[in-house]
C-alpha cells in the first residue's frame, strides 16, 4: 500500500471514531449487508464505517459490494478490498441482478449517479438505472427469506425547486414540468420512490426512504462539477476562487463520517415506510462558503466574481432534519468548518 | 431592468472570426499590433486563432499561416490587461494536441463550442479545463437551426459540465431581432449562468440583434474591429460600443481607443473591408455558415456555377459548421446537373 | 463436390447497437456462426433480438466465456475501449483470436482491403475507426502511387443519431486513433483527422474526404489506384461507394466517399457502424478460411 493509501486510511479513522456513538448493533451481528452503488462516495463510505464496526465491535457481518466498475474505489481505498474476508465485491450491472444472495439481511440501495454530467450526457442510461435497477433490486428482495430492512437512497431533488428560506422537510413537495430535460433524473428518482412504496405495500417489504442533499469530504471526486468542490480544487491549487452569479445561493452541507453513521442509523433503527431527509439543516450561502474555504487555507488566495455580473436566481436546497432527529436522536459532529477543514487536508495530501 | 445600470461584458473575436476573411491568413506581427491596440482599449478578453478555432488549421478548413502556438504567444505577451481567449470546436481540437498547448501558453478563457445541437460532444473538454482551473464557457453554434427549447436543453448541458458562461453563435448572421429575443430570454430564464451572444452581419442585422440580446438579459457580447470576420463580417465592435454609450449599457471599454483599435486593425489587417454581398445574403437566408463563403466562391469559380445556387443547396442539405468539402461534392452535383439541362 | 467449410465459432462480447448488427452479419456468412451472444442485461433490445434469433445468450459478461471456453474460436470484443483492456488478458490466455471492434489500441490495425494477408495471425486484431475504415484505403491507394506524402488529412461527417453516447464522449480517441491508422498505411509524417457530427433529418449517409497536398500530383494514375481499391472495398462494404473525384482543388487532391449501410441491425444511414462491422466480419472470415 502507498503512502498515500496509508493516509487515507488512518484519515477516515479518526473521522470515523467521531461519528461512532454508543448503539445497539446486535441486529447486525452475525447478518450481510448488501450494498449497492458500492464503489460511489456513499458506498465507498459506508463501506469505511461498516469495516470500522467489524474491526473496533468485534463484529460478525458479512457485505456484498455491488457496482459495475470499482477501479475508482480499490485506487482511493485500496485498504478496504484488499485481504478483507468480510468483504465480497460483485462486478455487475444492477439492471442485469436476478437473484440475490440468500443470506442478505439488509439492502442499501445506493446506485445511481449524482453527477450532473451524466445526467446530461447519457440521460436514457442515467434514468434507466435507477427505474429498472431499482425494480430489479425490489423483484430480487421479495425472495429473500431474511430481509430485515431495504433503504433505497433517493435524492433531496424530488422535492421539485424550492426558493423560499424555510427548510425543506418530508412533505415539502413543490410541481414541476415532467417534460423538461432536465426533470429525467428527479422523475426516475420519484419513480423509484414509488416502486419502492407498491413493493412494500404488496410485499410487506421492510422499506424507508433516505432523500440526500449536499455532501463534503473525501471520497468525492474532486473535479464534481459542484460549487464546493470547485472552490476547494481552487484553495488546494492556490488560485482564485471563483463564483458565478452573486454568490447568494444557499446551500448546506454534510460531512461523508456523519452521512455514514447517519445512514446506517437509518436503515437499523428508520421507521419502515418513512421517508428521511439527510444533510445538514445548516444553512449558508456560496459567497460564504467561498470565504471559509479561502480563510481556512491560509486567506493566501482571493475570491473573484464572474464578469459578467448576473444577478442570481434565488435557490435554495437546505433540509429540515427533524425528523432523523426526533425519531433517532442524531446529531451531527462536523459542523461546516470541521467539515471543510477535513475535506482540504484531505485534498492538500491527495492531490 | 430598464432603470437598473446595466453592463455588458465585451468579447472581441477580431484575431479569430477574423481570420477566415483572410483565409486563415493573419501572422503573428499582425496578431500582436491588434492585441496591444485591444488590451489598450480595455477590451475584456481578445479571443485569438484560427477562424474555426484551436487545431483547426487544415485542408478541410484552410491552413492558417501561423500555427496556435506561435499566434498565442504573440498575443498573450501583449495582453496585460485583457484575457487571451480561444474558440474550440471538439472534432477538430483535442485535450493532448490542443489544450494542454493552449493552458501552456497562458489562455485565460476557453470557449468550447458545438453545433448547437451537439453540446455533448464538449463534456470531456469543459470539464478538463474547469479541473485546471481556467475560465470556460460553452458556445452553440449556427444556433439558427434548432429551437428555444432544444437551445435550453443543450445550454443546459454545457451548465452541468461546468461552462460559466453560455454563448450562441449566429453563425449563418441568420437572425432578425424577434429571433434573437425569444432565444436569448429563454436560455436567461433556464439558466443560472451568465448568457452571451455571437453576430454575424450578412442580413445587416448584426448591431440590431446585439442590442435585442441585451435587452433580454444577455451580458456578454462578441463583435470585432470594423466587423471583421467570416461572410459578411460580424457585429462591428467600434459601432457597438458606440451605441452602448448612447444606450448606457456599460463596457468597460474607452469609446476613443476603440475606435483608434478599428483603425489600426484596417490598416494592418483587413484585405478588403466586409461588406454585404450578393453572396453574403444569400449565406444568411440559406442559413449556411458564414465562414463558407470564400471556398464557395472560389469552388463557384473553378466549376462556373453560381454561389448561390451552391448555398442554396448547402441549406437545403442542412450542412453545419466545418462540412466544407460538402462544396466540391455539391458543386460536383450541380455542374452535373447544368449540363444535363443543357444537352 | 466440394467439402462444405465447418463454420468458425463466435462469441459476440457487448449487446449493444455494434454487437447486435454484427450478430445478424454473423448470421448471414457461411464461415461463421454465432454460438453465444453475451451482454449484461437481460431486457436490452440486443438480448430480446438475439433470443428471438434462437442465439444462445448470457448476461455474465466475460464470465460466460472463461466459465466455457469450448464455445468459441473467436471473440468480438464490441464492449469498450476500457472493457476491453481487462477482457484481453483473460481472452489470451483462453487462445482466442479476437477481434477489437473498441478503441483500445491493443492489437494491430486491420483494413481487410489492405492487410488481411498479415493479420491472419495476430490473435488480437484492431477495427481502428468508422472513419479509419473508410478513409484508409484512399489513403493507401494515394501513397501508392504518391510517395514521401508530407501530409494527410481525413474528414468525416455522420449522422448525429448514428453516434451514441460513448462515441460523442470519446471523440478524442477517435481521432487519436484514425490519425495513427492513416499515418501507418500512408507513411505520411503528418496527419490530421477531423469528425464532424450532422443533426440533419432525415439522417444523412456517412461520408469521408480524403485531403492530400503534394507537389506534382498524378492524377490519372491515382484513380486508377483508386478506382481498384473501392471495389475491393465493395466486395465486403457493399454500400462504400467513391462521389468525388480524384480531383485537383486549390492546390489539393480531393476524394470524397459515401457509406451506406445495409440497414441490417441499424438503420441504412448508420453507415459508419456498418463499415466497421463489415470490415470485422470481413477479418473473421478471412481467419476461418485460413484454418479450413
Known sequence: MSAANKFHQSFVQEDLARVVMPMDLSQLNNSCVLITGASGFMGIWLTELLTHLIKTQQLNLKLYLLATDFSFAKREAPHLYEQNENINVICDDIRSLHELPADVEWIIHAAASPDLRVHNSQPIYASQTIAQGTLTLLECATRLPKLKGFLNVSSGYVYGYHSTKELIAEKSFEGFDPTSFSAAYVEAKRYAESLCTIYRNQFRLPILNVRPFSFVGPYQSVDAPWAVNNFINDAVNNQPIRIQGDGTAVRSYMYGADMAWWLLNMLLRGESGRSYNLGSAKAITLKELAEKIKHLSGDKIEINHSRALLKSKPSIFVPSVELAQSDMGLRMQFDIDAALLRTIQWYAKSI | MQNQERSVLICDPTLRDGNHAVRHQLTAEQIAIYAAAANVAGIPIVEVGHGNGLGASSLQVGLAKTDDKSALEAARKVLTTSKLGVHVIPGFATIKKDLRLALDVGVDVFRIASHCTEADITERHISYIREHGREVYGVLMMSHMASEDILVEEASKMQAYGAEALIIMDSAGAYIPSDVTSRIEALVDALGIPVGFHGHNNLGMAIANSISAVNAGATIIDGTARGFGAGAGNTQLEALIAVFDKLGIKTGIDLYKVLDAGDIAEKYLVETLPTISSVSIVSGLSGVFSGYVKPVNRIAAEYNIDPRDIFFELGRRKVVAGQEDMIIEVATELSKRGRNERS | MKNAIKPLKVAILGSGNIGTDLLVKTMRSPYLTCTLFIGRNMASAGMRKANELGVKISDQGIKAIQDDPACCDV????????????????????????????????????????????????????????????????????????????????????????????????????????????KKFSGAKHVKAILTLNPAVPCVDMQTTVLVQVASPKLAEISESISKIVSKVQEYVPGYQLLVGPVLENGRIVVTVKVCGLGDYLPKYAGNLDIINCAAIAAAEHYAKSRA
Open chain 3, 75 to 182: 471473440v468480438f470484443d464490441a464492449t469498450s475501449a476500457l472493457a476491453h483492456i481487462q477482457h484481453w488478458p483473460i481472452l489470451a490466455s483462453l487462445g482466442k483470436h479476437v477481434i477489437d471492434m473498441t478503441p483500445s489500441k491493443i492489437g494491430e490495425m486491420c483494413v481487410p482491403s489492405i492487410n488481411l494477408e498479415d493479420e491472419s495471425s495476430a490473435k488480437n486484431v484492431n477495427m481502428i475507426t468508422c472513419g479509419g475504415q473508410a478513409s484508409v484505403p484512399i489513403v493507401y491507394a494515394i501513397a501508392a502511387v504518391q510517395k514521401d506524402l508530407e501530409y494527410v488529412e481525413v474528414v468525416s461527417h455522420i449522422a448525429s443519431r448514428s453516434a451514441g453516447p460513448a462515441t460523442r464522449i470519446n471523440l478524442d480517441e477517435y481521432i487519436e486513433t484514425t490519425e495513427a491508422a492513416v
